[in-house]
């Protein structure tokens, strides 16, 4: 099997294919940036990096190879909730159009991408343009992170079950914080359904870090983590408890566990661009799922 994976990052797709027992003939990925690849070439020198997916041909890049599967996902800043949502207007989500032109140049027999919660409208146009509607799945099934994602195939599967992970799991050192305040508990008791749905046990706030509520929220070891997102620094990361009064935040090796990444897989690069691919990578657990479908 041929694979092209577009907007590749750090490979997780290669990963989640060699999770799922799919080993592919050739693995062609389109990157620009250098700490992803960096870090891909180290774990995969297979890999046959192909450059910027605007400068990827059809089939002149491919030395004549056949491509089975194509998978990707383009960049979402432009559709994220958590953005500006310009959707098509946003430079990085027009990306998405070179994922649909190499789809129908290539004709690949399976396809699959991945992409962020959006308007309806934006989603309406990505489905319409892949012949698919997407399939919602929170990687919270598969693992200790509330990151709800959509994903537009035509590989059959069904729903991830769940495996009723919690940070407490993927933590290095886990301490007993079991111990909670009445004030702590009447917090959980008043939170809404959809916040006791993403499974968020909000532990505090985090009272010597200025900047925005979110980047100061302090989560329980028993809950899930926040989705972990691409930027980096600045408080950032995810927070989790260590007793009533104290926090700190998940390592970068605690991080590739909430994405199912093989622990160290980023080493070689800062912390921050560690931080930085695992948040804009993929969880691999739920898409091995996914493609475990092709066999």
């Not at 989500?93 to 789809?103: G, I, P, Q």
């Not at 069904?158 to 886990?174: N, Q, Y």
């Not at 690069?269 to 475990?292: F, K």
Request: include cysteine.
């Amino acid at each position: 099997m041929n694979v092209l994976s577009l907007f590749d990052g750090m490979a997780c797709g290669r990963i989640a294919l060699d999770r799922c027992g799919i080993t592919p003939r050739r693995y062609f990925a389109s990157e620009i940036d250098k700490y992803a690849i960096q870090i891909a070439r180290k774990n995969w020198p297979d890999i046959v990096h192909i450059g910027n997916v605007q400068d990827v041909m059809w089939p002149e890049t491919f030395d004549g190879e056949k491509i089975d599967l194509l998978i990707g996902g383009s960049p979402c800043q432009g559709f994220s909730f958590a953005g500006k949502q310009l959707n098509f207007d946003d430079p990085r989500s027009k990306l998405f159009f070179e994922y649909v032109r190499l789809l129908k140049e290539a004709q690949p027999r399976w396809f699959l991408l991945e992409n962020v919660r959006m308007k309806q409208e934006s989603q309406d146009v990505i489905s319409e343009m892949l012949g698919v509607a997407p399939v919602a799945i929170n990687s919270s099934l598969v693992s200790a992170q509330n990151r709800y994602r959509l994903y537009w195939t035509n590989i059959p599967f069904d729903m991830p079950a769940d495996k009723g992970l919690v940070m407490r799991d993927i933590l290095d050192a886990p301490q007993d914080f079991t111990v909670m305040s009445n004030r702590f508990i009447e917090r959980q008791k008043n939170k809404s359904q959809k916040e006791r749905a993403s499974g968020l046990i909000l532990a505090g706030h985090a009272a010597d870090i200025k900047g925005h509520g979110y980047n100061r929220r302090v989560y329980h070891p028993e809950g899930k983590a926040p989705s972990l997102c691409a930027a980096s620094g600045g408080n950032l990361e995810p927070k989790t408890a260590v007793s009533e009064t104290a926090w700190r935040k998940l390592t970068p090796i605690e991080c590739e566990r909430l994405q199912t990444v093989p622990d160290n897989y980023t080493e070689g690069v800062s912390n921050s661009q560690r931080y930085r691919m695992l948040g804009n990578g993929w969880t691999v657990d739920v898409v091995a799922h996914i493609l475990a479908g092709i066999k």
